[in-house]
């Protein structure tokens, strides 16, 4: 009889533990940022919050993301959360990645709030993402090395600045404007080149009055592009070694920055704040740091950038759409930003509103109030992708002389021509 | 005639042969001929990495008129065979012939060095392609690297070099990391080679008269000589379809001076996600691969031969 107990006992202990272990939610997010420890931190409280479901946390390279998205689609596999270019939305969208959240945003209270929701929502007009985290490019100065060159005023056109970029070479025998002119399978050169066009009142991708996609620069716009800053490697304020550099964020450029070997930079606020941070380490009891961020060079009224950043999608092939909605609110929640992951400001007006940016910062604050959506780049039937490849190709090319500017233009032009039909 | 009973032992036995082959059989036809076939019927479809689902729709050789009408499919063909094969197999070819000679010296014997210098050499064959890549990218590299460094204190030259960045300096610089790598399978398959080779026969050669250089071409050399032919064809296929080398090392830049087949494979399927094309290249890669593999073997063969 005791036996018999015993066992009964233990069946139901088991059914208990099973019943339980059956009920529990298991999540898999994928966080593609290096903040992954804070992130972390961060789901331990959503798991204390939300007991039965648990959080498998994963990361994977950027440049990796896409792909790898793309063919766990076609088998019906993936993570549940995904951590998402705001590009990307529309084409992930279209190869039937991400499931349509419509009906958690309206009722969390609507989607007004986010910015950039228009890179948020499909071809289909459904919303298949939630912007996450917002930021924008900006020159960075080194205050110091400008007024040891003689510059006196932060450069607010492509001539200026290539004056200025030009002068503090000349005078100090530092490097001027230091960017990222590697072109081997990056998209640094795509970014520095569209602000370019756009702040000349041009854009590679427009929409056509009648409907659709067409050119919006023609061969000499982007020859012109690439003779400017061809010139920067030329004349040698922006040296050779350049060509070597394919990321914004590469340690030689925060370090030249950080250690005033270098004046001028482009880049996001997250790898501004590392110079400022590496700047800090080298300088601990010195007052405010000689690093400013400022608005992009333009030749019209407003200096104009993209809004970059990210989203969290849901996965289409998710088991657990609800669960893992749950887990999208809490990551969009001001907690986040203010306690964790507070190297990105938040993608919702409200919040950002709030936000004190540094006095070095407030270059980003401004340039933020002028950024767009990719609009037509987005929306066009050329994969992202694809127009970065072939634009920083054709810079690279033109750079190192392997092919003329004229036959370097013509190539990206030729892809572009043939991706939009 | 043959009798029944013989007529039936041997059906049994063929029976039993298929029977035992049939395995073998079939996971050669899951995993390489269904792949392959797969690959073949892609390059003939517009599959792209954003349809997966759907499938493409079948549109005949026109991603081969694309690839090899392409203004740079020749110069790519160029990279791949040239830089990255050709040059790459001899360099590692004759490096790895000088180490196996030194190896199999007996001046290293005396010295006591052989077995560190076996195991030195083991080094770079266990550090994996990315690592060493990694490593070789940092030394490089045009500000922090070690070699630039290195250079500039020397007064070799005025201006760091961007090793990976330069037109003069970017094909040396992969081919180096390469070898770096790969060499000692080279030089442990010859030093095994040169094992082999019967000391006697060297000895009567000395005896003879013949000096060391003489004996190394007129004895060593034809002895090993198979060894290095096969080495050589391996060597090749593993090269010609190599990625990760370039890849890792320049991202097939700067622009597209590096860009070899295997690149241009990814970069059209998994940057342009046009997979179709991308399997067009493939399949141009294994047909070439497979034409020099048969003239290959047939020069081989004709040379055992004779």
Known sequence: MRLARALLAGVVAALIVWGSAARATDLTLRFNDPEVKQLRAALDVFEQQNPGIHVKLEQMPWADVMPQTLRETAVGTGPDVMHIAFVWTKDLAAAGALLPLDKYIAADGGSSDYIAMDLATGRDGHAYAVPWTVDCWTMVYRTDLLTQAGVTAIPRTWEELRAASLKVHQVTGKIGFGFPAGSGATNTMWFIANYYWWNHGKALVVSKPGGGFGLGLDQSDIAGAIRYFADYLKQGDSPKSMLAINNWGDPAIIEAMASGEQAIAIMPPANFRQIVAAWRARNPNAGDPPLLSAVMPTELPTSVVNFGGRSLGINANTQHPDAAWKLVQFLKSKPIFTDYYTSQFPARKSMLSTLNFAPGMQGYAQQLQNARSWGPYSDGPVPINTMWNATGRAFGSAFIGELSVDQASEQLLSVIRKGLQ | ?306
Do not use: C
């Open chain 2, 1 to 306: 005639m043959m009798a029944p009973a013989r007529r039936r032992t041997a059906r049994a036995d063929q029976v039993f042969v298929t029977l035992m082959l049939a395995p073998s059989l079939l996971i050669l036809a899951a995993f390489y001929l269904y792949p392959m076939a797969s690959n073949v019927w892609f390059s003939l479809t517009d599959l792209s990495l954003m349809k997966l689902r759907q499938g493409g729709a079948y549109i005949g050789l026109a991603n081969y008129a694309d690839a090899l009408g392409g203004a740079d499919f020749w110069r790519v063909v160029w990279n791949t065979a040239f830089w990255l094969t050709a040059v790459s197999v001899v360099v590692r070819l004759v490096l790895g012939m000088a180490l196996a000679l030194l190896l199999n010296s007996a001046a290293l014997l005396r010295l006591r060095l052989r077995t560190l210098m076996r195991l030195a050499l083991l080094v770079p064959w266990a550090t994996p392609p990315i690592v060493a890549v990694a490593v070789w990218r940092w030394l490089l590299h045009p500000q922090a690297g070690g070699i630039n460094r290195a250079l500039l204190w020397l007064g070799l030259t005025r201006h760091p070099i961007a090793f990976l960045a330069d037109t003069a300096t970017v094909w040396p610089a992969i081919v180096l990391i390469m070898v770096w790598n790969t060499v000692p399978v080279a030089t442990l398959t010859l030093l095994a080679a040169l094992q082999s080779v019967p000391r006697e026969l060297s000895e009567a050669a000395a005896l003879d008269g013949a000096g060391s250089v003489r004996i190394f071409r007129h004895v060593t050399l034809p002895h090993i000589m198979p060894t290095i032919m096969i080495l050589a064809m391996l060597m090749t296929f593993w090269t010609f379809n190599n990625f990760v080398y370039v890849w890792l090392a320049t991202g097939a830049g700067p622009g597209r001076y590096t860009d070899v087949l295997a690149t241009e494979v990814y970069l059209r399927g998994f940057v342009d996600f046009n997979l179709g094309s991308s399997a067009a290249i493939g399949v141009i890669m294994a047909v070439a691969m497979g034409t020099f593999g048969l003239l290959y073997v047939r020069v081989l063969g004709r040379r055992v031969a004779s």
